[in-house]
């Protein structure tokens, strides 16, 4: 008996095995490498940033502990981003997806009419939000804007308002943009799941008497749960990175009433310089998206198990 196949009889690692593991460390050292340099160091270090104060134009810093973490638990400020980015959440998650999905069911099938509709609904999802934010900053400017303008066309006046100048009606608008922006990315999602649902499933319950309300509740929704998930999971996290759409419209105003985590950590870092304070929020921004994301991941898991 060779000695070769002795050491792979006792589990011990020849020569040509050793060489084979090196070939696959040196194919996955690329990817490696990029996750190191652009997403497991800029962790790090900003974690590393948020113990200390820093105006980030000089290289002096101030060593204060956990005090950029106590000013983000107890600022009102903060409290008032956390409120705005929860309403935000709901109103664009709950949109979003249940426009996607209304979109996605009536829009199935063949026909270029359908085709049309569903590029037409898409085309906001492939334009940048700057662009997007740009528009509908003219859109619903109060004084020359075009929804003003349409609106005194067709009698309706006294409807015009300062959608985005009005603390009561400033982050509802934006959220509502933000909607129209990405409710053909959630559509896009469901159609690409609804060309899985097994035609059997539809000619049984059609048989069984359904109706095309009864069909979707009790059979298309059901089958979209994964999806569901999938959609959710995303959405939060798009919620927690909301910056570009917010800034160009509001810039977090008026009175902070469109405040969301990424605004209040960018005028902290870069109207304040207080790097340290905006280094704590992303701190936990990304623990909170990393959190959210792993208990989705097992409710979903579980969701799937009992199926």
């Known amino acids: 008996m060779s000695t070769t196949t002795e050491r792979r009889r006792s589990g011990g690692r020849t020569g040509a095995d050793w060489r084979r593991s ?26 590393y940033v948020s113990f200390f104060e820093w105006n ?10 956990f005090d950029n973490f106590v000013w983000l638990f107890t600022s009102e400020a903060v409290l008032q981003t956390s409120m705005n980015t929860l309403v935000f959440g709901v109103i664009t998650i709950a949109l979003q997806m249940g426009g996607g999905f209304v979109l996605a069911v009536s ?5 270029r009419l ?50 985005l100048a ?3 009606t400033a982050l509802v608008t934006v959220s509502f943009v933000n909607v129209w922006l990405w409710v053909g990315f959630s559509m896009s999602v469901y159609q690409s799941a609804l060309t899985t649902l097994p035609k059997e499933l539809v000619e049984a319950a059609r048989i ?10 009790h059979v298309v929704l059901p089958f979209l749960r994964p999806t ?11 919620t927690l990175k909301t910056f570009d759409i917010v800034y160009v419209l509001t810039k977090g105003g008026p009175s902070g009433s469109t405040e969301l985590p990424t605004t209040l950590l960018f005028r902290a870092g870069f109207d304040e310089y207080r790097q340290g304070r905006a280094a704590a929020i992303g701190t936990i921004l990304f623990l909170v998206a990393l959190v959210l994301t792993i208990v989705q991941l097992r409710i979903a898991k579980r969701a799937e198990a009992k199926q």
């Open 114 to 163: 359908r085709s049309a509709l569903r590029t037409v609904y898409f085309i906001p999802v492939v334009l940048t939000p700057v662009v997007v934010g740009f528009l509908f900053s003219k859109i619903l400017e109060p004084n020359d804007g075009d929804l003003r303008n349409v609106l005194d066309a067709v009698g309706l006046g006294a409807l015009n308002h300062s959608w």
């Open 107 to 111: 829009l199935a099938g063949t026909g």
């Open 22 to 47: 090196s070939s696959a460390y040196l194919f996955i050292l690329p990817c490696v490498a990029v996750f190191s340099v652009f997403l497991a160091y800029p962790l790090v270090r900003n974690a």
């Open 56 to 65: 980030g134009l000089t290289e002096a810093t101030k060593f204060v502990g």
């Open 166 to 168: 009005d603390p009561n």
């Open 208 to 217: 069984d008497g359904t109706n095309s309300l009864q069909l979707v509740r």
């Open 228 to 238: 569901h998930w999938a959609l959710l999971t995303l959405s939060i996290i798009g």
